[in-house]
């Protein structure tokens, strides 16, 4: 066995980015350049432990492993729980209603050119059962740790790999399914809310600190990670030349183009919303009696 693990595997659009960010401020793990480099994946770092431990930095304290994919991915689960004497998780959940809406238009503001179809043309797509992992998995097989951090999946040509691009929206809302495989697995897993999170920060890292055995000081000013994900034009845009802007164009103006710009990713959370109070009311009926912050929030 070689040193602690603290894996962050999921879910997408529920905070775990956030989170990672808090935790790697505190300079006690040791971290990659990227925060989800997803290398359990490949088969290449699961044969050679030191190919994936020499890719975190430092020496001192736990790994920290911010890869969303391994929740969907049990032999990297595996690997780790084989591999690591005091392996943990830390797995974020969100009101699925709100994180399907989230994951919606985060696809389409960032990889519009894949993501092209309504909500109600997703959700058919769910209805009609072809909202499936097939095409993750077959985007995991040709995943390594350079593929993601030059592309993640803003390039992945779906129609080209025979694949739909619906990026799993329904089915990442059901968590219990693959929390339920990371307990078998043998990991020790702590399962936070992401409004909690939000609105009780300062109990739920407490409650974090704990469970890593690890003090956590909350005062700190997260850095934002790399995630190894293209952004849009219009938030490289704005990031490249806003200084330059605010030189030269009156305030009034700015704020007029502003407006103009947020146009393209206005979010409507009503669509088809009480479709989806009737896909989910199992999932959120089970944490609202199983875990205190969907209790409280959801």
């Known amino acids: 066995m070689v040193n602690d693990i603290v894996l962050i595997p999921g879910f997408r659009k529920c905070g775990t980015t956030s989170l990672y960010d808090v935790l790697a401020s505190t300079e006690k793990f040791r971290i990659c350049d990227i925060k989800e480099p997803q290398l359990l994946i490949a088969d290449k770092f699961r044969e050679d432990i030191n190919l994936y431990t020499d890719k975190f930095k430092g020496t001192e304290g736990p790994i920290m492993d911010g890869s969303t994919y ?34 919606y238009y985060h696809n389409k503001l960032k990889y519009s ?15 009609a059962e072809k909202e499936n992992e097939d095409y993750l998995r077959s985007i995991l097989d040709l995943n390594d740790y350079d593929f993601f951090r030059r592309n993640g999946l803003a390039n992945f040509d779906f129609k080209e790999n025979g694949l739909l691009p619906n990026f799993l929206y329904i089915n990442e809302g059901i968590y219990r399914e693959k929390i339920n495989n990371l307990k078998k697995i043998g990991i020790d897993c702590l399962v936070i809310t992401f409004e909690e999170f939000v609105k009780e920060f300062d109990n739920t890292m407490e409650t974090i600190s704990n469970f890593i055995n690890l003090k956590i000081d909350t005062n700190i000013t997260p850095k ?15 990031k490249k030349y806003i200084p330059g802007i605010k030189k030269v164009i009156p305030r009034l103006l700015r704020d007029k183009l502003v407006k103009n710009f947020r146009k393209e990713i206005q979010t409507d959370k009503t669509i088809d919303r009480d479709l989806l109070e009737k896909i989910y009311s199992s999932e959120v009926e089970y944490w609202k009696k199983n875990l205190d912050g969907a209790k409280r929030y959801w």
């Open 224 to 238: 934002k990670s790399n995630q190894a994900t293209q952004k849009s034009k219009v938030l490289i845009f704005f």
């Open 113 to 127: 050119k894949s993501e092209s179809r309504t909500i109600s043309e997703v959700i058919k797509c769910y209805i």
């Open 70 to 103: 391994y929740i969907w991915e049990e032999k990297a689960l595996a690997y780790v729980k084989e591999n690591f004497s005091q392996a943990k998780a830390i797995v974020m959940i969100r009101n699925p209603i709100d994180r399907f809406y989230s994951a």
